[in-house]
């Protein structure tokens, strides 16, 4: 079993990020599904410093109760800024099971290839990766000499943490964009609703207000 340790920090992170160059832009789902996330829907900021960057997913926070299941889906959204350019398009997206705490169960990597500001999908194959109440995705971008291809992430709202950063051997971090309050990834995944029912339709004000 592999272990990423992590440990919160209470300071805000300091960034290498940048306000798209074509401003604010809404960032539609490609999935018809009930998809998880926690992005508030409206892009802001290109993040290209930590090596790895990742979402804690809390089931409860969609399915209350809900123990896990099979992810079908996964995307992702980068921004490629021509005064930042790419040194690769090329990135692992990574699947483990954990806590808040602590990623502690790897189950699956993926290479993609990002796109400017449109998903990059992974197709999970059939029950190739089973998922906990708890898990993690991350971009790890170690095929880059520069943290590329630079993630998008919105302005941030989320009372709890969610999105974090992390360098190679160092301390994970919140994603405080600007130094604001805790933003999130623009990413995303779908769930493979069989046996369970549909996810009740979650809009992002009542997630806010909740969570």
């Not at 798209?20 to 290209?48: E, H, I, K, R």
């Not at 926070?61 to 809900?66: K, L, N, T, V, Y």
């Not at 690769?88 to 099971?97: L, Q």
């Not at 906990?132 to 520069?146: A, H, M, P, R, Y």
């Amino acid at each position: 079993m592999n272990t990423l340790s992590i440990i919160f920090v209470s300071i805000a992170c300091l960034t290498t990020i940048d306000l798209l160059s074509d401003g604010s832009l809404p960032v539609n789902s490609s999935s018809s599904g009930d998809m998880l996330q926690y992005d508030d829907g409206t892009a802001v900021w290109s993040y290209f410093e930590q090596q790895y960057r990742g979402i804690w997913f809390n089931l409860d926070d969609f399915i209350p109760g809900e123990p896990g299941f099979d992810l079908v889906y996964t995307e992702l959204w980068f921004y490629h800024d021509t005064a930042h350019p790419w040194d690769t398009s090329e990135t692992h997206v990574e699947f483990w099971n954990g806590t808040s705490s602590n990623p502690q169960e790897f189950l699956d990597q993926v290479t993609v290839t990002a796109l400017h500001f449109a998903p990059s999908i992974i197709e999970h194959p059939l029950n190739s990766i089973t998922v906990e109440s708890q898990f993690w995705i991350i971009q790890n971008t170690d095929l880059s000499l520069g943290g590329w291809p630079s993630i998008i992430g919105d302005h941030g709202g989320l009372p709890v943490v969610h999105s974090m950063v992390r360098e190679n051997m160092s301390l994970w971090e919140p994603y405080t964009p600007a130094n604001e309050t805790n933003g999130n990834f623009f990413i995303r995944t779908l769930y493979d609703p069989w046996p369970w029912s549909s996810l009740a339709p979650q809009t992002w004000a009542s997630i806010k207000t909740v969570f």
